[in-house]
């Protein structure tokens, strides 16, 4: 059986189209056996981890966003971030998250749910890229190590290393660990796939790149907006500003991938070291989905959630049809 990585991207609410991707794999008895994050994809990769697959439909945040009432749409927002607005505002950040009330939106105080993710670990390896804005290179976390053991010490520093990956500046504060500031790895590595690279234990990579957005349409729109809209042209730039540092080093991310697989076919290997690390030769296959928003937490669009998991599992299973297709072509 193929042996799979898996990227979970940052990409604010757009994963939830990640969350269908690897949900599917699993109701699909695809093998996945290294999952790497980042930003919004931790979340995503968390509660996976938290699933009883065998007597759950879905993992348990997700299954409030399938559902989606209006009470879901409020406990999804602080699940999905957990985060709660300052109360008095200071303008260095728009929110403050309380390492506690996190902790346990995230199901870990839960017995049970804590033994789930002890016997997942057992099976799957799991890194988190952040950010040392301190010392301006990123970093990997290895949850299996810093969860050797579960209890409250070591997520403790389990949720150091979880919110240091979440964290993007102004809407929150940065993370301090060991004196040095942490933000979330997308702002270097949007899709952290070098640890994926360097594992032999992984035969295959998905990914899913979020870049097809039209930013043309999207400046288009605020440039040619009315007079007296600053206030909401404002938060709209910003956020799409943001959108845009997070998402397009993509692209050099996907070329650098590219490069390790050209080359090592030109060398004629199946891995080989580079920079002190040894990179394998492996398949990356790539899902693309167009123009999904980033932020849909809004009264106007409250299904989006649904709806991008919805296509993750359809374009999961297309891409698997069309390799299938490519492996039958290729043994006739």
């Excluded at 999804?76 to 309380?98: A, Y």
């Amino acid at each position: 059986m193929t042996r799979y990585g898996f990227v979970a991207s940052g990409g604010g609410y757009r994963s939830f189209y990640t969350a269908g991707v690897l949900v599917w794999l699993k109701q699909h008895q695809q093998s996945v056996v290294h999952l790497s994050s980042t930003s919004s994809g931790n979340n995503i990769v968390i509660d996976y981890l938290l699933w009883d697959s065998q007597n759950e439909e879905l993992p348990p945040v997700l299954t409030r966003t399938v559902r989606l009432s209006v009470t879901d749409i409020f406990h999804i927002f602080s699940n999905f971030l957990g985060l709660r607005p300052q109360l008095l505002p200071s303008g260095t950040h728009l929110f403050t998250v309380d390492r506690d009330s996190c902790r346990k939106s995230l199901l870990l105080d839960d017995q049970r749910r804590r033994e789930l993710l002890a016997e997942n670990l057992k099976h799957v390896r799991w890194d988190i890229r952040a950010t040392n804005l301190s010392q301006r290179r990123g970093r990997f976390f290895n949850v299996n190590e810093i969860l050797k053991n579960i209890d409250d010490g070591s997520l403790d520093v389990f949720m150091d290393a979880f919110l240091a990956g979440i964290t993007t500046i102004p809407y929150f504060k940065a993370i301090t660990i060991d004196g040095d500031y942490y933000i979330e790895g997308g702002y270097l590595d949007n899709t952290p796939l070098r640890t994926l690279f360097e594992d032999d234990q992984v035969d295959e990579i998905i990914a899913v790149d979020f870049t097809d957005y039209d930013y043309h349409r999207e400046l288009d729109k605020l440039y040619r907006s009315k007079s007296f809209t600053l206030p909401f042209n404002s938060i709209d730039t910003h956020l799409l500003v943001s959108d845009m540092q997070l998402t397009l080093p993509n692209t050099r991310i996907f070329a650098q991938a590219t490069l390790i697989n050209e080359m090592l076919k030109a060398m004629g290997k199946q891995n080989a070291e580079i920079g002190g690390k040894r990179f394998f030769a492996k398949p990356l296959h790539v899902l693309r989905p167009k123009d999904l928003e980033s932020m849909t937490i809004s009264l106007k669009d409250s299904s989006a959630q649904k709806r991008y998991f919805e296509l993750g599992q359809q374009e999961a299973a297309a891409m698997f049809t069309a390799d299938q297709r490519m492996d039958d072509a290729g043994a006739g």
